[in-house]
Nanobody
Framework: QVQVVESGGGLVQPGGSLRLSCTTSGTIRSNSFYAMAWYRQAPGNERELVAAITSGGVSNYLEYYVDSVKGRFTISKDNAKKAVYLQMNSLKPEDTAVYYC???????????WGRGTQVTVSS
């Protein structure tokens, strides 16, 4: 059983920045961590994949971003710590949502979802 815990959310003004962190625990095989992602879900909306990162080698990573966050968000991960991060800059009110971390559902099955971390962008 894998546990996922997201943190780092909060209330920020438009144009501000936040850095989200995701820690994982439980039995995780090293090759199970190769495709990770951040998702978000706003009230009334489906859970949306925001950013993903896939390991292609020791120092080779492939990143994906949904169009609405390109150039503003950066995903990274630490394989040794089994942790994933999301640096969010130039935040907009439409970024307001609960943010979740999990495996990239486009390529692998996801683990049980964590509670997420709330991000609210408002003046």
């Amino acid at each position: 059983q894998v546990q996922v815990v997201e943190s780092g959310g909060g209330l920020v003004q438009p144009g501000g920045s936040l850095r989200l962190s995701c820690t994982t625990s439980g039995t995780i095989r090293s090759n199970s961590f190769y495709a990770m992602a951040w998702y978000r879900q706003a009230p009334g909306n489906e859970r949306e994949l925001v950013a993903a990162i896939t390991s292609g080698g020791v120092s080779n990573y492939l990143e994906y971003y949904v169009d609405s966050v390109k150039g503003r968000f950066t995903i990274s991960k630490d394989n040794a710590k089994k942790a994933v991060y999301l640096q969010m800059n130039s935040l907009k009110p439409e970024d307001t949502a609960v943010y979740y971390c999990n495996r990239d559902r486009r390529v692998v099955s996801v683990w049980a979802w964590g509670r997420g971390t709330q991000v609210t962008v408002s003046s």
